[in-house]
């Protein structure tokens, strides 16, 4: 008779941030509902070890993911845990995402220490961001906000705030309220004028293309939000076709209607000057080839150029 797939320990790879650890327990939790016991394995990647640099200055592919595959491929680990947004959007072909957990609210915030804290579109602070979407997203709708950098984890940030490095501090409200720093929150962007990054609030799982089937299979059932995976189909779907990791000024979010899927997105210049974004809405079995169509729609419309000049200005 076959073993009992329960019976098996889950090594859980994660990173070792207070964030990471807390998603790596949230899956652990669902994993033992279902049966299986679990453990995790704590593996440093470049993106927590390169603190001097801006993500799009490492290098955009699997900063933070990279060191976790190894892991996966070695089989020190069954699964790794990752934010969905950190994901490269074509990853190895050894391996795969088998589930998308429930995705959090899904869009940015401003921290402050300062309750009074007021962002107006004439505001001048000085804000700490290291995403280059939402720099650009800054200048389109703040222009006069200057940004400094802000890398680090979420405690690293929270520390350059209170030295004053800047008056506030933006994120993704995913991380903020799983660290539960919610009242510090001081502003909540309307997330379809500050559309998220693909794949924001959400926790992909990772595993080997080989893993056995009823192990995949029991992952699959445990871990996964079949609303969310259809969403983060769309999403990757449209940041693949745009040939954006994380370093590109890129945006999209899906959403569920009453009958399908509606996606948004698109990309926004550097400098916050050109600002291309499209809905799309179709039936959920069509979301991926629906995020690739928004993303072709974007490149025509001169996303492509968009994309031309950045790679440019870095020399790439
Ligand atoms: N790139 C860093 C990162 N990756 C995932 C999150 C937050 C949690 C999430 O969006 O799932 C963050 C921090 C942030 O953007 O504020």
Same mark, same amino acid.
């Given at each position: 008779? #076959?073993?009992?797939?329960?019976?098996?320990?889950?090594?859980?790879?994660?990173?070792?941030?207070?964030? +990471?650890?807390?998603? #790596?327990? +949230?899956? #652990?939790?669902?994993?033992?509902?279902?049966?299986?016991?679990?453990?995790?394995?704590?593996?440093?990647?470049?993106?927590?070890?390169?603190?001097?640099?801006?993500?799009?200055? !490492?290098?955009?592919?699997? =900063?933070?993911?990279?060191?976790?595959?190894? #892991?996966?491929?070695?089989?020190?680990?069954?699964?790794? =845990?990752?934010?969905?947004?950190?994901?490269?959007? &074509?990853?190895?072909?050894?391996?795969?995402?088998?589930?998308?957990?429930?995705?959090?609210?899904?869009?940015? =915030?401003? /921290?402050?220490?300062?309750?009074?804290?007021?962002?107006?579109?004439?505001?001048?602070?000085?804000?700490?961001?290291?995403? &280059?979407?939402?720099?650009?997203?800054?200048?389109? %709708? %703040?222009?006069?906000?200057?940004?400094? @950098?802000?890398?680090?984890?979420?405690?690293?940030?929270?520390?350059?705030?209170?030295?004053?490095?800047?008056?506030? /501090? $933006?994120?993704?409200?995913?991380? =903020?309220?799983? $660290?539960? %720093?919610?009242?510090?929150?001081?502003?909540?962007?309307?997330? %379809?004028?500050?559309?998220?990054?693909?794949?924001?609030?959400?926790?992909?799982?990772?595993?080997?293309?080989?893993?056995?089937?009823?192990?995949?299979?029991?992952?699959?059932? +445990?871990?996964?939000?079949?609303?969310?995976?259809?969403?983060?189909?769309?999403?990757?779907?449209?940041?693949?076709? $745009?040939?954006?990791?994380?370093?590109?000024?890129?945006?999209?979010?899906?959403?569920?209607?009453?009958?399908?899927?509606?996606?948004?997105?698109?990309?926004?210049?550097?400098?916050?000057?050109?600002?291309?974004?499209?809905?799309?809405?179709?039936? &959920?079995? +069509?979301?991926?080839? $629906?995020?690739? @169509?928004?993303?072709?729609? !974007?490149?025509?419309?001169?996303?492509?150029?968009? /994309?031309?000049?950045?790679?440019?200005?870095?020399?790439?």
């Amino acid at each position: 008779m #076959a073993e009992n797939i329960t019976d098996r320990t889950i090594r859980i790879g994660t990173r070792g941030s207070k964030l +990471a650890l807390w998603q #790596a327990e +949230a899956a #652990a939790e669902k994993l033992q509902a279902a049966g299986f016991k679990t453990e995790l394995v704590i593996i440093s990647t470049k993106g927590d070890q390169v603190l001097d640099k801006s993500l799009d200055k !490492i290098g955009s592919k699997g =900063v933070f993911t990279e060191e976790l595959e190894v #892991a996966l491929r070695e089989g020190q680990v069954e699964i790794a =845990v990752h934010s969905a947004k950190d994901v490269q959007s &074509t990853i190895p072909a050894d391996l795969e995402l088998v589930a998308f957990m429930e995705r959090e609210q899904v869009n940015d =915030v401003i /921290l402050s220490f300062d309750p009074d804290f007021k962002l107006e579109r004439e505001s001048n602070a000085v804000i700490g961001t290291s995403s &280059t979407r939402r720099k650009a997203l800054l200048k389109k %709708y %703040y222009p006069n906000i200057s940004t400094a @950098e802000s890398r680090g984890n979420l405690q690293t940030r929270l520390r350059k705030l209170e030295e004053k490095q800047f008056d506030a /501090l $933006m994120l993704a409200y995913a991380g =903020v309220s799983r $660290m539960g %720093y919610d009242h510090l929150i001081v502003h909540t962007f309307p997330e %379809y004028e500050f559309i998220p990054a693909a794949g924001q609030g959400s926790v992909a799982i990772e595993c080997a293309r080989n893993l056995e089937p009823e192990l995949k299979k029991g992952l699959k059932q +445990a871990l996964n939000h079949t609303q969310t995976h259809v969403c983060l189909l769309a999403e990757r779907a449209f940041l693949r076709t $745009m040939e954006g990791g994380c370093s590109i000024p890129s945006f999209a979010l899906a959403t569920l209607t009453g009958e399908g899927v509606s996606i948004t997105g698109g990309i926004v210049s550097l400098d916050g000057k050109i600002l291309l974004q499209e809905t799309l809405e179709g039936p &959920t079995v +069509a979301a991926e080839e $629906m995020g690739e @169509e928004l993303a072709n729609i !974007i490149l025509g419309q001169g996303g492509d150029e968009i /994309l031309r000049s950045i790679r440019a200005e870095r020399g790439e």
